[in-house]
């Protein structure tokens, strides 16, 4: 089996009038060339912002740029047709889509009701602030843009565990509430099941069943691979298990599902990944946090600990590396994005080593340029591709084989080598990267290379390296840089591909 690479084909500023479904199927070829296996494509469904934000305020689930709701009959992204066809061309070209999926809440009901609501402190959500109270809220979905097709269930104040009036965060009283919030496995906040809007409540088995249905009708109507799974710490860890369990049982078959625990907290993870007992990859945040650390650290970052307190070091099998993400881009809410002279070393470190699989964020392919409001002033972000990208995912996908050797002996010029299998001839390489000055390294690519002369694939070093009879050889890489060294017959081979 090949290596899998998976692509976030898309950042949160991407603008609404280019079509990104239509990019996405004019690409698709592309991405099959640089050998990518899943598209990661952002919520398809109607956001309460009509086609202004990319769908993580979901309004309607059931509307994929078809009905004329918030605004609008597309999506940010496009229309459903359109939706379909990139789903089809990039399956034409043997590369799976990943749906976004954001069960967690809902903004911008249709209707008001009254409902018993209670504030609860911003700080600890387990305490309440003053009494319960009978008053007006805006809970009720009934899509009157949709007229009940594909689905007639009305979303009300049973379907909702909390609530935002003005700011502050209410508790919703309800037969499956009783005055608690769901179970869920990060405790930051008292309980932090309330992340936004109005906040589902999985312990009503409606709403189980409503969301069951609607991933049933999703794959028949999409015919997309899998699914990332947006906010899994905000929601009851055994929902997702009853829902995936739903799905493979349904349809007979597997699927790939990522889920997003965004937590710098390797223990959460590792928990997360035991109660649903190997269903999902998660995300591994402690890499990117690592990453961004190194990043900003310069030379004074120590590399031997660029694993320290990651999943990918205990659990790679379960494990999605990536480097950055639409939340960590400039201007987003976490925005920890990792500085642009390491992106090339963090690259290499999630493309070419054997454990993880490493899902690679958009502009990091394709750049990006964007604005928008901080603190009260317009502020214009440019993101380069990452110099390389290509070359190393092609190393990923052609020479990516054979046992990992490490070598993490120095603060500042750290490598590891793949030694090939004898299936793909010009397979295995040796990886150098660092943070200091120039560096230089003896490691072993092994003796089925011995004799063989090897080339920095990403042309920063002009070394041609003789490997010894015993598979060793001395390798180099320049300062704050990365170089990966091949078999130089690879050269010519990877540019015709
Ligand atoms: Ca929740």
């Known amino acids: 089996m090949g290596n899998l690479t998976i692509i976030q084909f898309f950042h949160w500023y991407y603008p609404s009038e280019n079509n990104l479904w239509l990019h996405a199927a004019e690409q698709a070829a592309h991405l099959k060339e640089m050998g990518f296996n899943f598209a990661w494509l952002p919520p398809a469904y109607k956001s309460a912002k009509g086609d202004t934000e990319p769908g993580y305020a979901v309004y309607d689930l059931y509307d994929l740029g078809e009905f004329y709701q918030k605004g609008s009959i597309r999506t940010k992204h496009g229309t459903r047709e359109e939706y379909l066809r990139a789903i089809g061309a990039l399956r034409d070209n043997g590369i799976g889509v990943l749906a976004d999926v954001i069960f967690n809440h809902r903004f911008h009901g249709d209707g008001k009701e ?16 003053g009494e319960p109270m009978s008053t007006d809220v805006s809970t009720v979905y009934n899509f009157p ?13 049973h379907s909702f565990s909390g609530t935002s009036v003005n ?51 999703y794959i028949e109507n999409t015919g997309v691979a899998g699914f990332r799974l947006d906010a899994l710490k905000h929601m009851p860890t055994d929902y997702y298990a009853e829902w995936i369990d739903f799905l493979k049982d349904t349809f007979r078959r597997d699927f790939f ?26 995300f591994d945040v402690p890499l990117h946090a690592n990453f961004f650390e190194a990043s900003q650290k310069g030379r004074d970052y120590d590399l031997r600990s660029i694993f320290n307190n990651t999943l990918v070091q205990v659990r790679p099998e379960r494990t999605i590396t990536f480097v950055d993400n639409h939340d960590t881009q400039p201007l987003q809410a ?6 642009a002279w390491f992106k090339p070393l963090a690259t290499a470190v999630i493309l070419l080593r054997e454990q993880g699989i490493p899902c690679v964020f958009y502009p990091a392919v394709y750049g990006a340029a964007y604005s928008d409001e901080a603190n ?21 996908r052609d020479l990516a084989f054979g046992y990992q050797h490490d070598y993490f002996d120095h603060p500042n010029v750290v490598g ?34 011995a004799t063989k002369v090897f080339v920095d694939l990403l042309g920063h070093r002009p070394e041609k390296v003789t490997i010894d009879q015993d598979g060793g050889a001395e390798f180099f890489v320049s300062a704050g840089s990365v170089s990966v060294w091949v078999d130089e017959k690879y050269l010519s081979v990877e540019n015709n591909k």
């Open 257 to 282: 599902f990522i889920g997003e625990c965004w937590r710098n907290d390797r223990q959460m993870l590792m928990e997360y990944l035991d109660q649903t007992a190997g269903r999902i990859q998660l």
């Open 167 to 217: 700011g502050e965060i209410f508790m919703i009283h309800n037969e499956y509430t009783n005055g608690t919030w769901g179970k869920v496995i990060s405790n930051q906040f008292g309980n932090f099941d309330y992340l936004m809007g109005d906040d589902v409540e999985f312990r009503n088995p409606f709403v189980r069943e409503e969301l069951k249905q609607w991933g049933k009708w």
């Open 114 to 129: 009254i409902a018993t609501i209670q504030k609860v402190s911003t700080e600890n959500r387990t305490e309440f602030e």
């Open 334 to 339: 976490l925005e920890s994005f990792v500085e």
């Open 416 to 449: 590891w080598t793949r030694g090939g299998k004898d299936e793909m001839a010009l397979s295995g390489f040796a990886v150098l990267i660092s943070n200091g000055d120039d560096g230089y390294k003896t490691m072993s690519v092994g003796r089925r290379n």
């Open 376 to 396: 009260g002033q317009t502020r214009n972000i440019k993101i380069e591709p990452v110099p390389g990208i290509e070359r190393m995912l092609h190393a990923r």
């Open 145 to 157: 843009g949709r007229n009940k097709k594909y689905s007639n269930y009305t979303w009300d104040h």
